[in-house]
């Protein structure tokens, strides 16, 4: 694995171990803006933190992206299946554990937390190493789906579905 390569992940990796916390309180703190609720936790839901992972990971992508598309060809449907796959593992993860135990646990959800932007970053580095997701394609379809994804943390912060995943569970509250 070439030492930039690891270099740019451990950055991206440190960045959201940092951002994430940050960003859990961001909307508090800005005194509820409607702005800052976009790219930060409105409430705890699943789905809010689910974008606090999400939204460090993608600017750091699209830093990466200036730095790594020349080396890496399949860069752009990597960084989609990696980022997909450690938001995959907030909700597979909270819901495994909280429903075999009954409860839920700050501990472990932060833990949750860290090892899902860590598999993230992980499996980023093996997979561009590898080659994997090729083509041009691929690197399109990346693209979009970054982008949707997004999108969609966006939208769903003001217009959430209404279901238990964006579910405030201490308000019963959907949404900001």
């Not at 238990?164 to 509250?173: H, M, R, S, Y």
Request: net charge positive.
């Amino acid at each position: 694995m070439s030492k930039k390569l690891r270099r740019w992940e451990l950055a991206a990796f440190l960045i959201a171990a940092a951002a994430g916390p940050l960003l859990h309180f961001a909307y508090g703190w800005s005194g509820e803006n409607a702005v800052v609720a976009a790219f930060s936790a409105v409430n705890e839901s699943t789905w809010e933190h689910m974008k606090l992972l999400f939204v460090p990971l993608f600017l750091t992508t699209l830093v990466e992206m200036a730095a790594l598309t020349e080396q890496y060809r399949n860069f752009l449907a990597v960084k989609l299946a990696a980022i997909l796959l450690g938001l995959v593992l907030i909700p597979a993860l909270f819901y495994t554990y909280s429903g075999v135990w009954g409860r839920t646990s700050t501990v472990v959800d932060i833990a949750i937390y860290y090892l899902a932007a860590a598999v993230s970053c992980l499996t980023s580095c093996r997979l561009l190493e590898r080659g994997r997701f090729g083509g041009g394609a691929l690197q399109i379809g990346g693209l979009l789906g970054l982008w949707a994804i997004a999108f969609l943390f966006v939208y769903f912060t003001y217009a959430p579905p209404q279901i238990a995943l964006f579910q405030d569970p201490l308000t019963g509250a959907f949404g900001r």
